[in-house]
């Protein structure tokens, strides 16, 4: 059983969701190969922005309905967040969408307190895991990473799965944390992030990449733009599992 995956490294504009839209949807359709799931950055519709209410659209706004039709048209799953407006909240959320339409979501539980992205959103609470073609997959956002008692396996997850604006001066942080969440969990991680430089001046370098279940890299990060294919194999990811059943020595705790 296998997944095959296009991580989408871009640079974006700064609150357009119109003209990410465009750029996004250029590279999407200009790559030939199957996939069966494509992931876009953290915001991928404006940049990394406290300023919600300039880019904030609905469920059933536009750049869902994009979504929607870019996953029914080529019958492949899309996944990243993007700034939500709903019941008088603003969330960085993100958005799985089935090949059929259907959408999953996750609201981002650990927001980055260092640039206030706790003044302006509403934290999430629920945890999300994801089914889909044989994958068990656990999708979570940028600052999330540092926090690794939420990523834990208890779900027995297949793949984690990482969307960020993570930028140049820590960089290395998010090359160790990906690793150390695919050992220590003896999953799959993808890590897709932005380039160029945001209207804070902050510039990001990328480093998307993609990490076996021992820490080797499948794909190594990457600094150009760019559209990257993996492809995950679950029989060797279920026979490491079954020759090291570390995750069988796991503590038990409930999050609060």
């Keep these: 059983m296998k997944l095959k995956i296009a991580l989408i490294q871009s640079s974006l504009t700064w609150e357009n969701p119109t003209e990410n839209r465009s750029h996004l949807a250029q590279k999407i359709t200009g790559f030939m190969e199957d996939v069966d799931l494509i992931i876009l950055p953290e915001m991928f519709s404006s940049g990394f922005t406290m300023n919600p209410k300039t880019v904030a659209e609905t469920m059933h706004g536009e750049t869902i309905s994009w979504l929607q039709h870019l996953a029914k048209a080529k019958n492949w799953a899309i996944t990243g967040s993007l700034v939500i407006e709903e019941n008088g909240h603003f969330y960085n959320r993100l958005v799985f969408v089935f090949p059929n339409g259907e959408i999953k979501t996750y609201d981002k539980r650990h927001l980055f307190t260092l640039a206030g992205e706790d003044k302006v959103y509403t934290a999430g609470k629920e945890k999300l895991i994801i089914d889909y073609k044989g994958f068990k997959i656990c999708p979570l956002i940028c600052y999330d990473l540092r926090f690794p008692v939420f990523a834990r396996n208890v779900e027995n997850y297949d793949l984690l799965i990482y969307v960020a604006n993570w930028p140049k ?7 160790i944390l990906l690793k150390a969440r695919a050992v220590e969990n003896m999953s799959y991680a993808i890590g897709v992030n932005r380039i160029g430089t945001d209207s804070n001046h902050l510039e990001y370098v990328g480093h998307s990449q993609a990490v076996d279940f021992l820490g080797n890299y499948i794909l190594e990060p990457q600094e150009i733009e760019g559209v990257f ?3 995950l194999d679950k029989e060797k990811l279920l026979e490491t599992r079954s020759k ?9 705790f409930k999050i609060v």
């Design 244 to 252: 090291l059943a570390f995750l069988d020595d796991k503590d038990k």
């Design 229 to 231: 294919i993996v492809e």
């Design 169 to 175: 001066p820590r960089v290395n942080a998010w090359d």
